[in-house]
């Protein structure tokens, strides 16, 4: 579905530019709000599928996951992962990564959130919620 979107993603357009070349032509309004229609429900209807295999594969459920962050004295930077209990909803730890502080590019404060920037291919950014 990918390959088909980046390779013919602009066929879904063609209709839009008809509509609003009726729209145009005909100095008719009715024609235009069929094409905002088109452009606000329809588009994202057939675009989802293809956003939704993008957003979930592993590496952005590792984002979404459960995490602690923590500095150590070795100057390295330490995500503990965890997961909810089914039982009893306590958090339980199930993973730990090490990231050594040559591979972080910059961590600067964005509103209320701190931003870790990071070289790495399996995570790029990590939100730290003050």
Not at 48 to 58: K, Y
Request: aromatic share 8%; proline share 6%; with cysteine.
């Amino acid at each position: 579905m990918l390959i088909w979107m980046i390779t013919r993603g602009w066929l879904l357009f063609i209709p839009l530019v008809i509509i609003v070349a009726l729209a145009a032509g005909l100095k008719d309004v009715r024609w235009a709000i069929v094409a905002v229609t088109y452009l606000l429900v329809c588009v994202p209807m057939i675009l989802t599928p293809v956003i939704l295999s993008h957003i979930l594969t592993p590496k952005a459920r590792r984002q979404l996951a459960l995490k602690s962050v923590r500095i150590d004295s070795q100057k390295n930077l330490t995500l503990t992962y965890f997961e909810k209990s089914p039982e009893d909803e306590s958090l339980i730890e199930t993973d730990s990564e090490t990231i050594p502080f040559a591979d972080i590019k910059a961590i600067f404060h964005l509103f209320s959130t701190t931003i870790v920037w990071l070289k790495t291919p399996k995570i790029q950014l990590i939100l730290i919620p003050d």
